[in-house]
């Protein structure tokens, strides 16, 4: 059974683009997860989808936004990138509500 | 919000031995779910134990068990015949059903050969 894939593994942009990130949960999962990890902030929740509606939402400008698609497969989007936005950015899927997260192996993001 | 709490930064522990990892949340729910994940150097994410809060009995995996205090709002993590591949940083997080996860800081483990 295949994991979570996350696409892709890293990626270097400058200040001001934008980026889109990919996730493919386990066939089957409906709920996607996206999670930023720096080594200051720690593990902070960016957004959940459950069967295409955003569900859940952190605390973060609206520069990051997310989206589901039909077959489950999520993407993440930031606009404007700010040194700051450099972290590991991590997929989670789950089948359900009340079920342990499977992570991608995540995508390193640097902003330069 | 609730806010999940782990107090070790940083453990050690030599091969073979038992090694406990602390964590405590805060919460005013009866019904959620407790979750220790492992983060090895590859970085991804991998699922070691979870726990009902409505089941007194602790879980268990192999090696590792948990020690769930409920009344205390604590979930321990016990690591039992430490091996070198344990070496990882590890989380404990917290989730109410179709809430998002709360994750504390982790605690980075070391198994000393």
């Known amino acids: 059974k295949a994991g979570v894939t996350q696409t892709p593994r890293y990626l270097i942009k400058t200040r001001g683009q934008q980026v889109t990130l990919s996730c493919s949960p386990i066939?089957?999962?409906?709920?996607v997860s996206w999670y930023q990890q720096t080594p200051g902030q720690g593990l902070q929740f960016l957004f959940e989808?459950?069967?295409?509606?955003?569900?859940n939402k952190g605390n973060f400008p609206g520069r990051f936004s997310g989206r589901q698609f039909s077959n489950s497969r999520s993407e993440m989007n930031v606009s404007t990138l700010e040194l700051g936005d450099s972290a590991l950015y991590l997929c989670?899927?789950?089948?359900?509500?009340?079920?342990?997260?499977?992570f991608g192996s995540g995508t390193r993001l640097t902003v330069v | 919000a609730q806010t999940v709490t782990q107090s070790q930064p940083e453990m050690s522990v030599q091969e073979a031995e038992t090694v406990t990892l602390s964590c405590t949340y805060d919460?005013?729910?009866?019904?959620?779910?407790l979750f220790w994940y492992k983060q090895p150097p590859s970085r991804q994410m991998i699922l070691v134990i979870r726990?009902?809060?409505?089941?007194?009995q602790n879980a268990t995996e192999n090696r590792f068990s948990v020690n769930f205090q409920k009344a205390a709002k604590s979930f321990s993590l016990k690591i039992s015949d430490s091996q070198l591949g344990d070496a990882a940083m590890y989380f404990c997080?917290?989730?109410?059903?179709?809430?998002?996860?709360?994750f504390g800081t982790g605690t980075s483990l070391t198994v000393i050969p």
């Open positions: 989670a899927s789950s089948p359900g509500t009340a079920d342990g997260y499977t």
């Open positions: 066939s089957g999962h409906r709920s």
């Open positions: 989808y459950f069967s295409e509606t955003q569900r």
């Open positions: 919460t005013s729910e009866s019904d959620y779910y």
């Open positions: 726990q009902e809060a409505y089941k007194q």
């Open positions: 997080a917290y989730r109410r059903t179709g809430n998002q996860f709360y």
